[in-house]
Nanobody, 125 residues
Framework: QVQLEESGGGLVQAGDSPRLSCAAS????????MAWFRQAPGQEREFVAA????????YYADSVKGRFTISGDNAKNTVVLQMNNLKPEDTAVYYC??????????????????WGQGTQVTVSS
């Protein structure tokens, strides 16, 4: 069983650039695919970004491409989502997810085996 713990959420202003972190308990961290999803009130959970930690391939939703960067630190078993120039429409609960091995569909929710509890990011205008 992999335990995921998100941190870094909170109340920010439009244009701010906070950083979210996700720590994984699994020792074989480098074999995972890890991702960030988000869910706004009244909406479905949607894909944000993903990373294959073995190959270091990255994937981004069109809505965040060029603004957000996902990266991994195998030594610390941690994935970071650097969020730049936040907009009010970025407000959501952000969830960390993990899958053992790789995937051809990193944007699909049902590809992932483990989920964190989520961290709230609220962007004021």
């Amino acid at each position: 069983q992999v335990q995921l713990e998100e941190s870094g959420g909170g109340l920010v202003q439009a244009g701010d650039s906070p950083r979210l972190s996700c720590a994984a308990s699994r020792p074989t961290f480098s074999s995972l695919t890890m991702a960030w999803f988000r869910q706004a009130p009244g909406q479905e959970r949607e894909f944000v970004a993903a990373i294959s930690l073995s190959g270091l391939a990255t994937y981004y939703a069109d809505s965040v491409k060029g603004r957000f960067t996902i990266s991994g630190d195998n030594a610390k078993n941690t994935v970071v989502l650097q969020m730049n120039n936040l907009k009010p429409e970025d407000t959501a609960v952000y969830y960390c997810a993990a899958k053992a091995g790789g995937t051809y569909y990193p944007q699909k929710r049902n590809e992932y085996d483990y989920w964190g509890q989520g961290t709230q990011v609220t962007v004021s205008s």
